[in-house]
């Protein structure tokens, strides 16, 4: 057990629609990652939050969108959904915030998109 | 887009066997990682090694980073069945060492 909590663990919904996935990092770390895994995509880094402030952007579509709360827990918002969306969404944390070191990962939310 | 490209895509082994998995990478990095992803689950870091360091261990696991071919390798000693997953490597680059980015994976098979 990492210590990151995602929820909801399975998704699944229509084209168009809106989803959000909740991510409670490890207790201490500052920093959480959103991360996107597809079979023709493979691990894509989406977002980086550290301490309730963006930090790093990656491949994140203007779609998407996420927070980091003052609990330190972060949201990553899905909008107008597409087939191509349908993925495991990861989140991650670390105590760090400007220097990699090694990142906790959840157990995923998995987005179906039909 | 990715950064590292690991090979072979996939290995099958017998118990018992020893298991590498080579990872290159296109840019200038801080550090190199590997973790391990069992099937549809989180992925769990095994090991990091900086760029001024040429080698590590921990375990079973031995790392090696050549920074003047942009490449490292993942050796998993006396592999057991549950060594059966995929394996990653990480890499941040200098300037944006808040990115980190995974490799293609390698798909590990250990057969008992």
New interface residues.
Partial sequence: DSGVTQTPKHLITATGQRVTLRCSPRSGDLSVYWYQQSLDQGLQFLIQYYNGEERAKGNILERFSAQQFPDLHSELNLSSLELGDSALYFCASSVVGTRSGELFFGEGSRLTVL | ??QGEEDPQALSIQEGENATMNCSYKTSI??L?W?RQNS??????LI?IRSNEREKHSGRLRVTLDTSKKSSSLLITASRAADTASY?CAT?APG??????????TLLAVQP
């Fill in positions: 887009s990715q801080n550090n990682q973790y549809g689950r989180g992925l769990v870091h990091l990653f941040d944006a060492t808040n990115k980190l980015i995974f490799g293609t994976g």
